[in-house]
């Protein structure tokens, strides 16, 4: 029998070459490519108002230098809004290179080209752009006050307007036993991947063609948007994703404006170019995510039971929205989480400020819902007196509420219908593993020694695999190696091996014959690409589906071959027996062989295919009608509607009395992905989940001043956590199959980072019985709050056995 | 992030080293460790014409320790002056305080000299300079001469050294009798900057009563500053003071700055908090050295 | 290093060194930082660049054995000393094969790296880190938090780090006993 490789935590052969310095990274490529460099605009807001060149011009080596005034066609036109809305009434997206006015500080002014990018910069030094500064919107507060526009014809700031409700829910609230309310803010990280963004690109004049190599999470779409905006034919444009050194959402918008500079320059040079983004750059003009204001009312019964919900938000899209509302609208939809919500409205409004563009950070919105949700639970519990864990056991969806509808429409077009789960098996296995009900006696003990402690948790559903689509591709060559491939990208989710192993187990063959390519429009051309957490469910299920259609085939030739009926066939090692009656049996390679009749011979495996090897049926002709040759299939998966994953987090802070330091001590984990390929990735993907959700509720924020100056752009001031401040992570896992797809997958890859600003709030709350309404928190910050008389108290905390 | 184009010279003698930083003038900048320059070059927020390495300049990588104190070279490299137990032994708060600095990486390479030449508010070695009554040996054409920290320490990023000259050397006097030292400090990450720091030297008289007890701090005020606390614990014996005493007078005495990190206010606290502990964690070491 | 005037002010230098064992020879500009010599000039792109202001640790190589950041040395200045990448890690098995370092094996092992990008300055830094230690004694966990402490992941959370360290450790242990 094949070794079982389906849920087992097998190795990953991405690693190879990663641990030997063998891996090809964007800036790995194309040594001898021209460097680019950028001028960027140096203020938040302002009109340009002269650009000058000249004392570039002599710097040796100096290639070339693009303004705006050199784009042509589409080029000159504006960035695409990627996924248009109809609650989008005031979409606004910047030019590749800017036009007249500059909407945030890293924009890109100028583009030059040299021979090396020490070179390009020193021509970037040299040329001087004269500016008048505008008045500079930073803040939601700031842009819904609205005093400035960020964008002259949209004088409210307001992008959008989204707006979902279930029922009457001022009605709803008035009938409520009891109601509360409040405000809360939640500030801007960023994904901040290891490695930048970065693009090259080579014009090939002999046949007209175009290979572009990008850091991106979707090279299909890429490709589509260089073709359209250089005007070129798709089928003479190539992209390819080479090894990606993490993205969590920033390279999944496109195209870049450097994704259509580049390529432009290399055909008008007609020579290698290549820009790889430098640390400044990625701060100031990339993507951040997460700052919204939140106000929030509740109704609930004595029971702390929920009847009503309403929330409004402003949501701080930055300086233009190429991402649409996708970010708005996870929050809206996935703020209800687990909990049966009777009557609930939420109206986001999506702001204009004069910052660097904000799109999908790993959670996309979720921790920010997740923040608000949860959050009011705990102000539930506070005034009812309540154990926290009790008032959200109370408020559970049930498991025998599935599949369960919560009328609302989410960032698929698709309604939230939960699949599959058991919400209060998680909420068990949470309080079980973080010993909820023993944490008095560890506060006692932690006050003997001078800290506070408190304790905290989190519950999230994580809508995961939204369609519309992923393919797959999967081929048995005559070498029996097994080729395959689908259209979205990697960037370190161990892609290559979660797939071979769903190969190896449909198809029936060593995992070492099994290859897989991912990101590259040379070898599928549709794809939609990886975020939301979607690979695993889409090109996981679509090679699947793909390895059947070639296990179906494979097992039809060989009953041709054995003469036996295919439905007796199985395949296990590479080899095609009859079941049961070991000695009857075709190698699939051979079957790879005879699938394609030839007329020439090229090796002995091929000699067995050719029109003389044997006898055939001359009645029929070599490849039936609606067969073709070769051992291969193309199949595709596109859902019906996203599945949702689940979790429960819960974090034990200790806060030092004298320092107000915050210490995660603790940190629990129980996750539900649906069925499991490899657990040993999905451990993975929630340790660094976690890293990110702990760097973002007391590390990380993005800090502009008041003229959209961002003051920490560095790794010296941007905290991201080192080893040392991440706590150990105790997991325990739930599987809850999704009925939606073949393989019951969920979803894995942004779980950890949800609920973690929500429990470590909560934990500090618990802690300090101060009130934390913004997060992320800092020592500094907490002590200015410990101190303030008229900061907010909470009830005396109550945690301990579940009533 | 790349640095702007700049001449390099590698000389091997000292007055090559001083004779090139004068033919080249204004522009030319020491390289040394390189730790804290070579970020400023690559941002481009430093653009020398010509940097003059002194890393293959002869005699300038020893560590002398004698009963009087420990000279370390401009070459030592911080690695090698926290693995020095001879060092530690003299004038134990150069260990303790340069395990502080930064991640092991940096100190493979970083120099203590050049991070005290850098005159960086928030490096760990200025505040044990000053702590300790230190001077550094600047040598120019002219020749050498011994310069206290007082007199070295002009403001952030600023020393009293100008025009051609190298930083030779820095020396730390010997821990007194009777004397004990510890350092402390708080960053957001470990091995960041100090959001505050503290160095503590106590000293005891034979009575085992407090007899003298100073403080220096890094990442508050603009240069270091050693603050007598002993008024606030004088003649105490040690194992009845009140630490929390002297931390109230070190928190009077300091005017930290409010950055991205930390408030003023939250500086000040941390002031005291450190006060406290490392006077009490010197007072002990102390203890022990007083028969 | 050749016969040169005294205190020649260069703008452009012919550097020797030993990088991965085999001595190499390259004409850089002054300014040119390590980590881009080893990358472009050298072709060794298994030393990645993260940050380009000594924080994020992933360019790190050994400089005469030791770790230090490549992005905060200049080209020029190694003329004369041994540098080790990633490349240079794993030992040659003299059969045209290669046998990887303990801590290169600890990491596929502990799933230890996911996007790898970091993961060259993290082996560089564990793998002096355990060379500089008694091999005989057991690793402790402050002991790897010192030697990871400095380098940053944004994919792992570091709890396999930690692990391979431990593991790599073992190995190591084992192997002299």
């Known amino acids: 029998m094949t070794t079982k490789l389906f849920g087992e935590p097998v190795r990953r052969r991405e690693d190879g070459r990663l641990i030997t310095g063998r891996g090809r990274y964007l800036d790995d490529i194309g040594h001898d490519a021209l460097a680019v460099a950028f001028v960027r605009s140096p203020h938040a807001h302002a009109r340009v108002t002269d650009i000058d060149v000249d004392a570039a011009l002599d710097v040796e080596g100096l290639v070339a230098v693009y303004t705006y005034e050199d784009l042509l066609g589409p080029m000159a036109e504006p960035l695409p809004v990627l996924i248009p809305h109809p609650q989008l009434t005031a979409p606004r997206t910047g030019y590749p290179l800017v036009r007249d006015v500059v909407h945030h500080m890293g924009e890109a002014v100028v583009m030059v080209v040299a021979t090396d990018r020490y070179v390009a910069e020193d021509a970037c030094d040299r040329i001087t752009v004269s500016y008048e500064q505008l008045p500079v919107v930073v803040g939601v507060d700031a842009a819904r006050e609205a005093r400035h526009a960020v964008h002259e014809d949209v004088p409210d700031n307001v992008a959008a307007r989204h707006h979902q409700e279930t029922g009457d829910v001022e009605a709803a609230l008035a009938a409520s036993a009891h109601t509360l309310a409040f405000t809360q803010y939640i500030e801007r990280s960023a994904c901040m991947p290891m490695e930048g963004k970065g693009v090259h690109a080579a014009w090939d004049p002999a046949d007209s063609s175009l290979r572009v190599y990008t850091s991106t999470q979707a090279s299909t779409s890429v490709r589509a948007a260089i073709a359209a905006k250089l005007q070129l034919s798709l089928e003479k444009v190539e992209v390819v994703a080479p090894d990606v050194g993490g993205g969590f959402g920033v390279k999944i918008v496109h195209p870049w404006p450097e994704e259509l500079l580049v390529p432009m320059a290399a055909i008008a040079l007609q020579r290698p170019v290549k820009w790889t983004e430098d640390r400044r750059e990625h701060f100031i003009s990339s993507a951040h995510e997460r700052q919204q204001r939140q106000e929030i009312r509740v109704g609930y019964d004595d029971d702390g039971r929920l009847t009503a919900l309403d929330v409004r938000i402003w949501h701080d899209n930055g300086a233009y929205t190429p991402y649409g509302i996708i970010v708005p609208i996870v929050t809206a939809t996935q703020l209800v989480g687990p909990y049966v919500v009777p009557t609930y409205r939420v109206r986001v409004d999506s702001v204009y400020t004069n910052t660097v563009i904000v799109t999908p950070y790993r959670g996309a919105g979720r921790p920010q819902g997740c923040y608000a949700m949860e959050r009011t639970m705990d102000r539930i519990a506070q005034e009812r007196g309540l154990d926290r864990a009790e008032v959200r056991a109370r408020n559970l969806i049930q498991p025998d509420q599935f599949p369960y509808d919560h009328h609302l429409t989410f960032q698929d077009g698709r309604p939230v219908i939960y699949d599959s789960g058991d919400y209060p098996g998680l909420l068990d296995k949470l309080t079980a593993l973080v010993g909820w009900s023993g944490v008095e006696e560890r506060r006692a003990e932690a006050t003997a020694r001078g800290k506070l402690l408190g304790i905290g948790m989190a519950m999230y559903v994580e809508g995961t695999g939204p369609g519309p689509y992923e393919g797959g591709h999967v081929q048995v060559l005559g070498s029996g190696k097994v080729l395959v491939s689908t259209g979205l990208t990697s960037q370190g989710q161990g892609h290559e091996t979660a797939f071979a192993q769903i190969v190896a187990h449909e198809l029936g063959v060593p995992i070492e014959d099994v290859e897989v390519t991912t990101g590259d429009t040379r070898r599928f051309g549709y794809a939609v690409g990886t975020f939301a957490s979607r690979a695993a469910v889409m090109s996981g299920n679509a090679i699947a589906l793909a390895a059947r259609g070639v296990k179906e085939k494979a097992l039809r030739i060989a009953g041709e071959a054995l003469e036996v009926d295919p439905s007796d066939l199985e395949i296990d090692e590479g080899l095609v027996q009859v079941k049961g009656t070991p000695g009857i049996s075709i190698p699939l390679r051979t079957v790879a062989v005879l699938s394609n009749p030839l007329r020439y011979a090229f090796d002995e495996a091929a000699k067995q295919a050719t029109q003389f090897a044997g006898p055939g049926d001359d009645s029929k002709p070599p490849v039936a009608a609606g067969d073709a040759p070769g051992l291969e299939h193309v199949d595709y998966y596109s859902p019906v509607r996203s599945t949702f994953a689940s979790g429960a987090h819960a974090a034990v802070v200790e806060i030092d009395t004298l320092t107000w330091e915050i210490d995660v001590v603790q940190y629990a984990v129980v996750h539900d992905c649906g069925t499991i390929v490899n657990p040993m990735i999905v451990e993975g993907q929630v340790h660094g989940g976690v890293a990110q959700g702990v760097g973002g509720a007391l590390y990380e924020r993005m800090a502009y001043d008041a003229d959209g100056q961002l003051q920490n752009a560095s790794f010296m001031d941007f905290l991201m956590p080192y080893a040392s401040e991440v706590p150990d992570i105790d997991i325990d896992h739930q599987q809850t199959p999704s009925p939606l797809n073949p393989l019951g997958l969920k979803g894995a890859g942004e779980a950890g980072v949800i609920p973690g600003t929500a429990a470590i709030a909560s934990a500090i709350e618990d802690a300090t019985g101060r009130r934390i309404a913004a997060m992320p928190i800092s020592p500094t910050e907490l002590y200015d709050l410990v101190r303030d008389d008229a900061a907010g108290r909470v009830a005396p905390r109550r945690t301990g056995a579940m009533a | 992030m790349k640095p702007a184009p700049f001449g390099y010279a590698d000389p091997r003698t000292l007055a090559e080293a001083l004779e090139v930083l004068g033919r080249e003038g204004e522009g030319a900048k020491v390289l040394a460790g390189g730790q804290s320059l070579l970020p400023l070059l690559s941002m481009r927020l430093a653009a020398p014409t010509t940097l003059v390495d002194i890393n293959r300049v002869a005699g300038l990588d020893s560590i002398e320790s004698g009963p009087d104190g420990v000279r370390v070279g401009a070459l030592v490299r911080h690695a090698r002056l926290l693995d020095d137990a001879a060092a530690a032994g003299v004038q134990p708060l150069l260990a303790r305080a340069t395990a502080s600095v930064a991640h092991p990486a940096i100190r493979n390479r970083g120099t203590t000299v050049g991070s005290i030449a850098h005159a960086d508010p928030s490096g760990e070695m200025t505040a044990v300079l000053a702590l300790t009554g230190g001077s550094v040996t600047v040598a120019t054409p002219a020749g050498r001469s011994a310069v206290g920290w007082q007199d070295f320490f002009v403001g952030p990023l600023e020393t009293s050294v100008h025009g051609p000259a190298v930083v030779v050397d820095a020396f730390f006097p010997a821990l007194a009798q009777r004397s004990g030292t510890a350092f402390a400090e708080l960053s957001r990450r470990r091995g960041d900057y100090a959001v505050c720091g503290a160095g503590a030297v106590v000293t005891l008289d034979a009575d085992r009563r407090v007899s003298a007890a100073r403080t220096a701090y890094i990442s508050v005020g603009l240069v270091p500053q050693v603050h007598d606390l002993t008024e606030a614990v004088a003649g105490r014996p040690v194992d009845t003071v009140d630490w929390a005493a002297a931390g109230a007078l070190a928190r009077t005495l300091v005017d930290p700055d409010t950055d991205l990190h930390a408030s003023a206010d939250y500086r000040r606290l941390l002031v005291g908090v450190l006060t406290e502990r490392t006077l009490a964690a010197a007072a002990l070491e102390a203890t022990g050295r007083t028969p | ?177």
């Not at chain 3, 993260?50 to 360019?59: I, K, M, T």
């Not at chain 3, 370092?101 to 600890?106: C, D, F, I, L, N």
């Open chain 3, 1 to 177: 290093m050749r016969n040169r005037a005294m205190g020649q002010v260069d703008q452009e230098r012919t550097v020797s060194a030993v990088v991965n064992g085999t001595p190499r020879e390259f004409t850089v500009p002054a300014r040119r930082l390590l980590s881009d010599a080893l990358r472009h000039d050298l072709g060794l792109t298994g030393t990645h660049v993260g940050c380009e202001h000594g924080v994020c640790g992933a360019c790190t190589v050994l400089l005469d054995g030791v770790p230090v950041r490549s992005c905060l040395v200049l080209a020029v200045q190694v003329q004369g000393a041994a540098v080790t990448t990633v490349e240079g890690l794993a030992r040659s098995d003299h059969q045209g094969g290669e046998v990887l370092h303990p801590v290169q094996e600890a990491f596929r092992e502990c799933h230890a790296l996911q996007c790898g990008f970091c993961t060259p300055g993290f082996l560089m830094t564990i793998a002096a880190g355990l060379e500089a230690r008694d091999p005989a004694q057991p690793v402790t966990d402050d002991e790897v938090e010192d030697m990871v402490g400095g380098n940053l992941c944004r994919c792992t959370g570091y709890a396999n780090i930690k692990k391979a360290v431990h593991h790599a450790a073992a190995t190591i242990r084992e192997a002299t006993r």
